[in-house]
DNA sequence: TTAATATACGAGTTATCGCTCGGTTATGAT
DNA sequence: ATCATAACCGAGCGATAACTCGTATATTAA
């Protein structure tokens, strides 16, 4: 309870704004962040140089970010929220072969969107609380996957552990992806690598 | 060529060690890289910090290393040849569906033999010159593998790209292992998730 | 034995880091 | 108009980082 206030101390916001101009002021050092880790990455950024490129006095930074980590941490769960609404906010498939479809094609075409961000997040910036807890995005996308995996059980081959298979086909999916985004960015445009993605969870998830 | 070479002196070692004892001298450094690796995480491991632990003084270790990127990334991959190894070291099984379970169960070993510093490595090390060229592990691996399908090609259903095909379920198998190791390590202890990993590769290669 | 080379060393330089704190300015409520 | 509080600010302190360089010691070759 308490350790773990501890650790939660370091990577969320140490005050909620309430104001307009502090939210602007916290999208500012957020956007400021993405951009010095692009330009130098993580290990040479700064709270410093963060808050100098955001036009932001260092005073301000701390106002609201308790270090560099959670400055990061924020940066990485809003691109986690943007791909979890970008995934909830559509047309709920009807079959599971389609879902598998779309949700394999809306994250490539996520992360070709901003490809360089999404690398840089997944090599330098270390994880929150690893081991601790649970990422929110398995947190929120896990249990989702589950239900749907449940109200089609009539067409899985794996109907025996549900939750386990739900929470394995969405590790295989988003860490082979992320594997491409940081090893071989390449060959995201190739459209052979969304078909083969496809086909692996499909061929395993669906009875044939 | 130029900047390949500025690149790669970032990451490599400064001069060949020739005699015995500086051998001795690297090792220890790397062990007590390792170990502060493990205590205090990469962001605030120092060379300093890591002369000290090896008991070797600060200008040696600059004798061999340019920096703390270095240590790193000899670190890893010494991880990776030694997975490397134990895969090649191995009776070649006859048939396909054995080697994908061979080669499942033998990097879950792996990384369960030494949990903590295969997830500070996954999770805390930038990945050496990311993007500019191919990681050791897949240049080393995936032409194997690449073999080995093409040998057996009979069985395959995907014999259109098998060069691809190769790249593909390799880096799929290491990066949902990777990913169970650093986000939910009690589970790599269940066989579930082996038989799952086994079940979800033979699948997606082998005709039924 | 001696010369050449490889290895080991660590005090000290320079730079940057994280972060605080006392104080100013802007905003909204009364 | 007044006041409370939310937001903003940046000089500057203490700590620690990376890395060099002159020197000392060990090893090997001649």
Same mark, same amino acid.
Not at 154 to 160: D, M, T, Y
């Given at each position: 309870m308490e350790k773990q206030d501890t650790v939660n101390a370091l990577y969320s916001l140490r005050k909620t704004p309430t104001q307009e101009r502090s939210k602007a002021t916290i999208n500012a050092i957020l956007s400021a962040a993405a951009r010095v880790l692009l330009s130098i990455g993580y290990d040479k950024a700064s709270t410093n140089k963060i808050a100098e490129l955001a036009g932001v006095g260092i005073g301000s930074l701390y106002e609201y970010f308790p270090g560099k980590e959670a400055i990061f941490a924020e940066v990485r769960r809003r691109e986690d929220q943007r791909l979890f609404d970008l995934t909830m906010?559509? &047309?709920? &498939?009807?079959?599971l072969k389609e879902l598998i479809q779309t949700h394999v094609s809306i994250y490539l075409e996520f992360v070709r969107s901003n490809l360089d961000l999404h690398a840089a997040l997944i090599n330098g910036v270390p994880q929150f609380a690893v081991g601790q807890q649970e990422l929110p995005f398995y947190r929120d996308y896990v249990p989702w996957a589950t239900k749907f995996l449940g109200a089609h059980a009539?067409?899985?081959?794996?109907?025996?552990h549900i939750e386990q298979v739900s929470s394995f086909i969405t590790r295989a999916t988003r860490s082979t992806i992320d594997n491409y985004v940081l090893h071989? &960015?390449?060959?995201?445009?190739?459209p052979l690598i969304e078909e083969l993605l496809t086909d692996l969870l499909q061929r395993f998830l669906l009875k044939t």
């Open positions: 906010n559509r &047309p709920e &498939p009807a079959t009539s067409e899985l081959r794996h109907v025996e071989a &960015p390449e060959q995201l445009n190739d």
